[in-house]
């Protein structure tokens, strides 16, 4: 069975920066490639970033690159989001994924297992 949980969220000032952690139980967190998601109110889930399962290819959306940057620990089964420079549009709910099925995955539908999300609120 695989478990994810998130922390670090919560409400910041614009231009502050936060630090989000995904800490997964899985027998071989290696074998997954990793994903941060968020979704707003009234929006779609969007992808932020996403990592491979050695950390050699990294992904990030247009709107973050520069800001956010993932990471991964496979010793210790957690993939971090370091976000710098937080926007008002960065409000959202933030999730962890896990997916084996591709060598990197970019849309929810390729991911197999998620975390609940932690919530991120940038006030302006």
């Known amino acids: 069975q695989v478990r994810l949980e998130e922390s670090g969220g919560g409400l910041v000032q614009a231009g502050e920066s936060l630090r989000l952690s995904c800490a997964a139980s899985v027998r071989t967190f290696s074998d997954y490639f990793v994903g941060w998601f968020r979704q707003a109110p009234g929006k779609e889930r969007e992808i932020v970033a996403a990592?491979?399962?050695?950390?050699?290819?990294?992904y990030y959306a247009d709107s973050m690159k520069g800001r956010f940057t993932i990471s991964r620990d496979n010793a210790k089964n957690t993939v971090d989001l370091q976000m710098f420079g937080l926007k008002p549009e960065d409000t959202a709910v933030y999730y962890c994924?896990?997916?084996?099925?591709?060598?990197?995955?970019?849309?929810?539908?390729?991911?197999?297992?998620w975390g609940q999300g932690t919530q991120v609120t940038v006030a302006s």
């Open positions: 990592i491979r399962w050695d950390g050699s290819n990294k």
């Open positions: 994924a896990l997916g084996w099925r591709y060598s990197l995955g970019y849309a929810p539908g390729e991911y197999d297992y």
